[in-house]
C-alpha cells in the first residue's frame, strides 16, 4: 500500500518552507510520496497573482530534484474553486489501495472549523499540522502534529519583496528563482 502525503496550495510561489514541510513529514511519517496539488481557485484565498501555467511550471522546477515529490493537477483540471472534501473522494475513488494523509501548516490548523464539510473530510482522511511562526497546533480535531525546522517564510513575503524590487533569492529554489526573474513574475525588474 502506497502511503501519499498530500500538500494543497496556491504555490505563488512555492518556496523552501513548502519542500521543508514535504521532507519533513515524509520522513517523520514514513511516507512514500507527497503530492504537491495546486489549486486552481482557493475556497479561502484571493484568486492567484500568476497563471495556473507558471504556477505549475514553478512548482515542477521546485520539486524536480526530489525523487518523492510528485505534483498532481486534479484540481486544476476541475478549475473553479476547489474543495478538500472533492479532492479527496476523488483521489480515494482513484486510488483506494492508496493510504493519504493531508499536510496543512499551524495557519490552516486554526482555521479548520471553518473549511468546507470539515466533519465528512476528517474521517475521509488524517491531517498532519506542522507548526508555523505566530500560530498554534491547538484544535478539538483529532490531527497528527509533526514537528519541523521553524522557517518563517510565505508566499506573500515573497510577492511583496518582489513587487519592491527586492531578490527572492535563498528563499525559493534557485530554477525557481530564475523562472521568476526570467518571466518578470510578481512585478519584479531587477537583475539581482
Not at 503530492?35 to 482557493?42: A, L, S
Not at 520539486?63 to 486544476?76: A, L
Not at 490552516?108 to 498554534?136: A, C, Q, T
Not at 513575503?157 to 531578490?167: G, K, T
Amino acid at each position: 500500500m502506497m502511503r501519499i502525503g498530500i500538500l494543497g496550495g496556491t504555490f505563488d510561489p512555492p518556496h523552501l518552507g513548502h519542500l521543508i514541510i514535504a521532507e519533513e513529514v515524509r520522513l517523520a511519517l514514513e511516507l512514500d510520496e507527497i503530492w504537491f496539488i495546486p489549486t486552481y481557485t482557493p475556497p479561502h484565498k484571493n484568486d492567484a497573482k500568476t497563471e495556473v501555467h507558471d504556477r505549475i511550471k514553478m512548482i515542477e522546477l521546485a520539486i524536480e530534484t526530489n525523487p518523492y515529490f510528485k505534483i498532481s493537477t486534479i484540481e486544476i483540471k476541475r478549475s473553479g474553486k476547489s474543495y478538500t472534501i472533492d479532492t479527496m473522494k476523488e483521489l480515494t475513488t482513484l486510488y483506494p489501495d492508496y493510504e493519504f494523509y493531508f499536510l496543512i501548516g499551524a495557519d490552516m490548523v486554526e482555521y479548520l472549523p471553518n473549511w468546507h464539510r470539515i466533519d465528512e473530510l476528517i474521517k475521509l482522511v488524517p491531517f498532519v499540522g506542522v507548526k508555523r511562526s505566530g500560530y498554534e497546533l491547538a484544535t478539538d480535531y483529532n490531527i497528527l502534529t509533526v514537528n519541523i525546522p521553524l522557517i518563517d517564510i510565505s508566499s506573500t513575503e515573497i510577492r511583496n519583496r518582489l513587487q519592491n524590487n527586492r531578490s527572492a533569492k535563498y528563499l525559493v529554489p534557485e530554477r525557481v528563482d530564475a523562472y521568476i526573474r526570467g518571466e518578470r513574475l510578481y512585478g519584479f525588474e531587477g537583475s539581482n
